[in-house]
């Protein structure tokens, strides 16, 4: 059973970083893409990041480019979201996915087959 748990988010003021971390397990992700992505209230969930297993490749959304940052640890089966320059926008509910790296649409979120639970992350102004 594949699960997606995430962990890391919090409370923190305008201008600070938060790293999340998404430990992923029941299968072999190797050929899969992680993304992240985040639900404010009354909005719509909205592509964050992703990044490949296979080689590391990263995309962000033009919003967060610059201040966020994806990778992974191949051996711990996880990959971290750091979250540099946190800005009261950035507050929403972080979710990690999974989808075969095979499967088009890294930024669509109906392409992602796993869901984590989701972490609360709180910018304060």
């Known amino acids: 059973q594949v699960q997606l748990v995430e962990s890391g988010g919090g409370l923190v003021q305008a201008g600070g970083s938060l790293r999340l971390s998404c430990a992923a397990s029941?299968?072999?992700?190797?050929?899969?893409?992680m993304g992240w992505f985040r639900e404010a209230p009354g909005k719509e969930r909205e592509f964050v990041a992703a990044i490949t297993w296979s080689d590391g490749t990263t995309y962000y959304a033009n919003s967060v480019k610059g201040r966020f940052t994806s990778s992974r640890d191949n051996a711990k089966n996880t990959v971290y979201l750091q979250m540099n320059s946190l800005k009261p926008e950035d507050t929403a509910v972080y979710y990690c996915?999974?989808?075969?790296?095979?499967?088009?649409?890294?930024?669509?979120?109906?392409?992602?087959?796993?869901w984590g639970q989701g972490t609360q992350v709180l910018v304060s102004s």
């Open positions: 029941g299968r072999t992700f190797s050929s899969y893409t």
């Open positions: 996915a999974a989808k075969s790296r095979f499967v088009r649409g890294t930024t669509t979120k109906e392409k992602y087959d796993y």
